[in-house]
């Protein structure tokens, strides 16, 4: 692991933190795709030993201070998602884009379906169906995301 890749992925999840919390009104709010989580995921795809789980983890409980009803359910269900593209890395890497983010659609649907449960059983309010806008607009940025963050890695896509 060097320090190149280590920086360019604490810049890139920075910003992605930005986007992610950034005020916006209510109707970009609902389609605002979870910028976060496709960092996250690129860099558990793409260098899983530089991000990986323990970034997947500390990215959600960023995630959890700023958005979360529960501390720790982010963390939780990023580090669990996180887990499942880790494994399975070389084999999303060798897939077109489009592929690749049919995958990244069932990962953001797991996170969110595992959102969904520790909102129920902590007696949370279950938000309605337009929790699941978010997976599909995470999945739609996924090839440009490739695009533009394999760029910055020096790669071709």
Known sequence: MNSDSVGRL???????????????????????PPFLLVTVLFWSVNSPRTGGIAIGFFAGLV?????GPVLGEHA???SLVTYIIVREHQRIRSKPAIQQAMIVLA???VYEIVLLMIDG???QAVASAQRWVHPLTGALIWPPAVAILG????RRV
Do not use: K, N
């Not at 604490?10 to 605002?32: E, F, G, K, N, W």
């Not at 995630?63 to 958005?67: E, G, N, R, Y």
């Not at 760029?151 to 020096?154: F, K, L, N, S, T």
């Open 151 to 154: 760029y910055g890695a020096g």
């Open 107 to 109: 990962a953001l649907i």
């Open 63 to 67: 995630l959890d201070v700023f958005q």
């Open 121 to 123: 059983w902590t007696g």
């Open 10 to 32: 604490l810049l890139t999840a920075l910003v992605a933190l930005v986007l992610t919390v950034l005020p916006l009104p209510p109707i970009l709010d609902l389609l605002r």
């Open 76 to 78: 939780l269900a990023l």
